[in-house]
């Protein structure tokens, strides 16, 4: 174990957390920052151009802008460590966050910001062919299929509505589903169905992602009820199967929704353990935009020094 009790922990670096670490930083808190071993900074660090985060009337690149917020934090007195959280435990009023190098460090209060993943589908070629033909967001990527046949997975809103954004672009877009019925709202559902680019095969799984030395340029498609399989042409694949929160690591501590999302109270970032409080991708399955995950992180910061407040007064 660390031999320093520190005041606040934020577990985790993309907007949320480094925001939070602005925040209790400008406070004179001097948050350790665990920021994460292989994908310090999150999300953003994979998304090219950011066009729609205030401030930057030209865009700007998401790694950019990351390495941006981080020098920020540190500027006000953040700590910085690219490792990875294994473990916590929050059961006492010091809590204890260990890192994959095995070190325990100790605090008043934690914040957690992990973010979430994106679903894979787990099959054949997705891998092979990851940013050549498939892709897991539609902003991101849709222009480079133009004129193109567009295949989407999912039945919910996420692949309604990249489905109706890749109609600008596609030759085709074709919807497949595991089920006949769809998550999506009826709204995307009917738009989906007026519009004349879009096709559907339900009931239907994607077996295997096919292509050339290049790109891909198929996909094998299983009807789950008759068993049969068709080929799909495809030479872009946009997978929108949903996110899953990172809370591995919690082991259960804290309380979850059933989507996997961490539990707060209300309009606040208060978790269900008391000095523990949670921002960003791993609350918030609904709007999971950098400038919502910022506004979040900010909020915990003050919920954490209200706490810390309160605790030392
Ligand atoms: P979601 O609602 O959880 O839907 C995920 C979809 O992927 C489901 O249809 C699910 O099928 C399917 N799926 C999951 N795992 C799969 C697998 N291994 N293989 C094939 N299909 C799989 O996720 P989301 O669409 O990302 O939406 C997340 C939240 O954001 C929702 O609350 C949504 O309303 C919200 N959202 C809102 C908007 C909007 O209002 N404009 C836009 C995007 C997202 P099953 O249905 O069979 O389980």
Redesign the pocket.
């Known amino acids: 174990m660390e031999n320093k009790l520190r005041k606040v922990i934020i577990i985790g670096s993309g907007p949320a957390g480094y925001t939070a670490a602005i925040y209790l930083g400008r406070a004179g808190y001097k948050p350790l920052v665990i920021a994460g071993a292989l994908t310090p900074g999150g999300q953003l660090m994979n998304t090219t151009e950011v066009e729609n985060y205030p401030g930057f009337p030209e865009g700007i690149l998401g790694p950019d802008l990351m390495e941006s917020m981080q020098k920020q934090a540190e500027k006000f007195g953040a700590e910085v460590l690219l490792n990875d959280v294994t473990s916590v435990d929050f059961k006492s009023a010091v809590k204890l966050v260990t890192t994959d190098d095995g070190i325990t460090y100790g605090s008043d209060a934690v914040i957690v910001s992990t973010g979430s993943q994106v679903?894979k589908?787990g099959v054949p070629g997705e891998l092979e062919y990851s940013g050549r033909g498939v892709s897991y967001c539609a902003t991101c990527d849709g222009f480079f299929f133009r004129g193109k046949p567009i295949t989407v997975?999912?039945?919910?809103?996420?692949?309604f509505?990249e489905a109706l954004f890749l109609t600008r672009f596609g030759s085709s877009v074709t919807l497949i589903?595991?089920?006949n019925e769809?998550?999506?709202?009826k709204i995307m559902v009917d738009r989906a169905k007026e519009n004349e680019k879009i096709k559907f095969i339900t009931n239907s799984?994607v077996d295997e992602v096919h292509g050339n030395d290049v790109e891909a340029t198929s996909l094998t498609v299983r009807n789950v009820i008759t068993g049969e399989t068709q080929e799909v042409e495809s030479a872009g694949l946009f997978v929108?199967?949903?996110?899953t929160p990172a809370t591995k690591f919690l082991n259960g501590q804290l309380k979850l929704n059933e989507?996997g999302t961490i539990v707060v109270d209300g309009a606040t970032t208060r978790t269900s353990v008391e000095g523990v409080f949670a921002a960003g991708d791993v609350v918030d399955?609904?709007y999971r935009q950098a400038i919502s995950a910022a506004g979040m992180g900010c909020r915990a910061a003050l919920d954490a020094q209200t706490y810390l407040n309160e605790k030392y007064s």
């Open positions: 679903r589908l997975v999912g039945g919910g809103d996420s692949a509505e589903h595991r089920r769809f998550r999506a709202s799984v929108a199967i949903g996110h989507d399955n609904m």
